[in-house]
């Protein structure tokens, strides 16, 4: 399929989708969180694909924000729409995909860039990263997720601040509070999280995928219970087999 605001590049075992609007820091508007979304649907149904990696055009920004003139004018309606959509169409997709998806935070990731990169199950981020959700400046709060995501990443005082402050933190100071893992020297980002991808993609990729939907319940009440039944269900799959078998026998794994 082709693609107007986004790149898809795919490398033997791991995947690349660039939001691709540099003329406006890749800014996400409706468009674009669609395509993002048909490209994720498309990866998820590729089995040669075993992790994502997402990321933005050139060196200046990730994903600078939502596409303000798009919904300057809404009413009550069309802004809770507008949230929700986003939120079931992508947003919440990514972080239940069934494969790992790694933001390569590449410069400015604010506001629903922001939340597009804690939706992401792990963040890297370039040393000119700039991070923030400064909705409130606008008379807002964040509507892609941001004032739940960002509590269980970084702690509910710290989340509290950067919300009500609006406040852009640099990205060591992202590391320093758990907002991303770590961080590299721009020209070192996308071949770090290809490293990282790379060794990901050569575990089981039915055990990631049950780690995945158990670590999203890890703060509910089904959490334990999640993880006794994946831990059972798992010994009758193939991947099991294989991983012990190959311990066992000295060797890696192929799964």
């Known amino acids: 399929m082709s693609y107007e605001n986004i790149l898809l590049k795919k490398e033997d075992k791991l995947s690349i989708i660039t939001i691709n609007r540099p003329e406006s820091l890749n800014a996400l508007n409706a468009k674009t969180i669609q395509e993002i979304s048909t490209a994720l649907d498309e990866l998820n149904a590729d089995t040669s694909c075993r992790v994502i990696i997402l990321t933005g055009s050139g060196e200046k920004s990730f994903v600078a924000g939502a596409d303000i003139k798009e919904f300057s004018e809404f009413g009550q309606e069309k802004a809770e729409e507008l949230a929700r959509n986003g939120q079931n169409t992508l947003f919440n997709k990514i972080e239940n995909m069934s494969k790992p998806v ?10 629903g860039g922001l939340e597009l990169a804690m939706a992401c199950h792990i963040r890297y981020a370039s040393e000119n990263a700039r991070l923030g959700l400064p909705e409130v400046t606008l008379g807002l709060i964040p509507g892609y997720g941001g004032t739940q995501r960002l509590p269980k990443l970084v702690g509910k005082g710290i989340a509290n601040e950067m919300i009500f402050s609006a406040k852009m933190i640099p990205a060591q100071k992202a590391k320093e509070i758990g907002l991303v893992n770590e961080v590299y020297p721009i020209e070192e980002l996308l071949t770090k999280t290809k490293e990282l ?16 939907n158990a670590v999203n319940l890890s703060d509910t009440e089904k959490g334990f219970e999640t993880e006794i039944t994946y831990f059972g269900e798992l010994f009758e799959m193939e ?17």
């Not at 993609?201 to 055990?207: E, G, T, V």
């Not at 099991?240 to 000295?250: P, Q, R, S």
């Open 197 to 212: 991808a790379n060794t990901i993609a050569y575990n089981s990729p039915m055990a990631i995928s049950k780690a995945i």
């Open 102 to 111: 790694i933001a390569a935070v590449n410069g400015f990731a604010l506001g």
């Open 239 to 255: 991947d099991k087999k294989e991983g012990v078998t190959a311990f066992l026998e000295k060797r890696k794994p192929n799964f």
